[in-house]
């Protein structure tokens, strides 16, 4: 890029993004000096379970709302209309199903890792294949989120980019392996804060510059941005209201359902009722993350939609494009470049930060403690801390190899998402609603599920058949100097015919890849399971199941539930469901009557000290 165009910052700006490294390292050192001092694992990976719902739910939004969806989701806007928006219909059933079917499950076993779920309902064999696809999952993940910011950054104002990379990933490794759990939450807490505020001013100084509300709003429908309900069916589609909306969920639920860095945080709240309060307050904030970066886009578009860019990006990429807008917009009013750079840079830190957390949890509960049962608690926190520490400098590597692909990176991160969470999910609801399905079941599942996911994947990649249809624009902008073909292709609607056979499932939109999965997992994993004999229901270990069948008859009318339902015991577990599930009682909506006496047995395992205390009537 030509120097001479390059954004500067002024004193102010470099302040402000130092305030915000020193506070999260703060934030790290306080709750390494005060509580318990991180003596123990509970404390260390679990914040000793005693988090309010506050904390936790803006941590909830911060772990997944990484510089990827800052910068992509504009991005996204900006190239192909508001269409993304309608992901805000997915954010309802992926959040209240987390809220009142896994979290109900997961919280009343009392487990410290997601995984713990899979041994206790399966066997050891699928709780390690849960935990190496998740640690695959986010090791790939982290590596896009610790690269995105720097990359954007170094193209627009030419900041170091690997001494940015190795910044971030080194004050992240810091606060989060002295600082434990409590550390990540309260960081986030205030990172979340700084993300929205830089986000807001954009939007706000953009606005004007643009020339206000009613010219902005007319710059878009001319440029044809503002995208109506697209009810088309086809699953090859990249964004409809089918494969946003619905597909969507299936990307939420793995997310926010069964995602270690979530589940943790549910874990760690001090009741079941504040881990179901804190999901539903993600809902709003979400709502508003999601707002704030589709305007961005919008604002973006009224103010570039008729200019000529050339020479002022070297990066053919949209994503650096966003950074470049927001710098030309914030020039000249100090301290507001600095505070975006700090908005980018606390949404990725707070996403590296429970990636590092929720990965030295399950290492150490999933795969070291098991082996090594004898273990001192002060030993295994000690592991704990370098476990952090060490996938802080994993990460750096990851982003050197997210810096050789080449995509958008929301799309990245979302095919991630649905390619290695989509089989995960699929796994916890084998077990969770099918309590035929058996072990052997579930890995086969488990590993039909990433294959499809990655055939599906890697072949979309090689074919390179993404049907990216790009909206015809009424003003023409060129973005690049020496490759005007994208500027081309804009002007005219991308005819594809429509691709068939093999060709046609590559081109699967990658928003169906989790729901895909997903169900690859539970088919394979039922049939595998009734071939090589099905779990008996009384074999299978109580609170381990969701009576899906059961809940679903709540909902009928009183004489109907009672001709379906034989056995009407109340169940006093029922009692500590929440006011939704109230409605349950007297019937029996609970679990199978084995269960019952089936607890008396597992007083040992401390894991599931809470549901037998409940059920022993
Ligand atoms: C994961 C969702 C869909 C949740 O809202 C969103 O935050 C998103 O698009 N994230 C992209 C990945 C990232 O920001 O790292
Ligand atoms: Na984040």
């Not at 064999?125 to 986010?138: D, E, K, N």
């Not at 009613?214 to 429908?221: A, N, Q, T």
């Not at 639920?253 to 009741?271: F, I, K, M, P």
Request: glycine content about 8%; overall charge neutral.
């Amino acid at each position: 890029m030509d120097p001479s165009r390059q954004k500067h910052f002024s004193v102010v700006d470099y302040v402000i993004f130092a305030v915000l490294l020193a506070a999260s390292a703060g934030i790290g050192l306080y709750y390494a000096l005060s509580g318990g001092r991180q003596r123990t694992t509970q404390e260390f990976l679990l914040a000793d379970r005693s988090m309010r719902c506050l904390p936790v739910s803006l941590s909830l939004i911060a772990s997944f709302q990484s510089a990827v969806a800052i910068i992509g989701v504009p991005a996204e806007i900006y190239t192909h209309g508001t269409q993304y928006w309608f992901m805000g219909c997915a954010y309802v059933l992926g959040l209240l199903i987390p809220a009142h079917v896994f979290i109900p499950v997961l919280y009343r076993l009392r487990l410290s890792s997601a995984y713990q779920y899979l041994e206790l309902r399966f066997s050891k064999a699928v709780r390690v294949c849960g935990t190496l696809t998740f640690i695959f999952q986010m090791v790939v993940y982290m590596g896009v989120c610790v690269y995105t910011p720097a990359f954007a950054l170094n193209a627009v104002t030419g900041f170091e980019l690997w001494g940015t990379v190795l910044v971030t990933g080194l004050v992240c490794t810091l606060y989060t392996t002295v600082g434990g759990l409590k550390a990540v939450i309260w960081t986030d807490v205030f990172q979340t804060a700084v993300m929205f505020a830089g986000q807001l001013a954009v939007i706000v100084v953009g606005v004007q510059r643009a020339g206000g509300v009613s010219e902005v709003w007319r710059k878009v429908l001319e440029g044809n941005r503002i995208s109506g309900l697209d009810l088309n069916p086809d699953p090859t589609e990249r964004h409809t209201f089918w494969t946003l909306g619905v597909g969507g969920v299936f990307l939420m639920l793995s997310l926010y359902g069964v995602n270690q860095a979530q589940v943790q945080r549910y874990l760690s709240s001090r009741t079941e009722r504040d881990a179901v309060r804190s999901c539903y307050m993600v809902f709003p904030s979400l709502q508003l993350a999601l707002a704030l970066s589709c305007i961005m886009g919008l604002v973006m578009f009224a103010q570039y939609c008729g200019e000529d860019h050339a020479d002022k990006l070297k990066s053919s990429s949209r994503d650096a494009m966003v950074i470049y807008f927001v710098m030309d917009m914030l020039q000249g009013l100090p301290g507001l470049p600095g505070l975006f750079v700090a908005c980018l840079f606390s949404a990725a830190l707070s996403t590296i930060s429970s990636a590092f957390n929720s990965l030295a949890t399950v290492t150490m509960e999933d795969l070291i403690k098991p082996q090594f049962p004898s273990m001192s608690e002060a030993r295994a926190t000690l592991v704990s801390k370098a476990l952090a520490s060490s996938y802080g400098l994993l990460c750096l590597a990851m982003a050197y190899l997210t810096h050789l692909m080449g995509d958008s990176v929301l799309q990245v991160a979302l095919k991630i998402f649905g390619m290695v969470g989509g089989p995960i999910l699929g796994v916890f609801c084998l077990g969770m609603f099918f309590p035929c399905a058996n072990s052997t079941g579930a890995v086969t599942g488990l590993g039909a599920g990433l294959l499809m996911a990655f055939w599906v994947g890697i072949g979309s990649i090689v074919t390179r058949s993404s049907k990216t249809e790009l909206l015809a624009p009424s003003c023409h902008f060129v973005l690049e100097s020496e490759n005007t073909t994208s500027a081309l292709q804009t002007t005219f609607r991308n005819i594809t015919s429509r691709p068939s056979g093999l060709r046609r499932f590559y081109s699967l939109s990658y928003m169906w890849y989790s729901g895909f999965s997903c169900f690859t997992v539970i088919l394979t994993g039922l049939i595998i399971s009734f071939l090589t004999g099905p779990m008996k229901e009384e074999d299978v270990t109580p609170g381990t199941i969701y009576p899906l069948g059961e809940k679903l008859l709540c909902f009928l009318p009183e004489c109907v539930q009672k001709k379906l339902c034989c056995v009407t015991q109340p169940l006093s577990e029922e009692e500590r469901l929440p006011p939704q599930h109230k409605d349950c009682n007297g019937l029996s909506c609970g679990h199978p009557p084995s269960s019952q006496e089936e607890t008396e047995g597992l007083s040992s395992q401390p894991c599931c000290h809470n549901v037998e205390q409940e059920t022993a009537v």
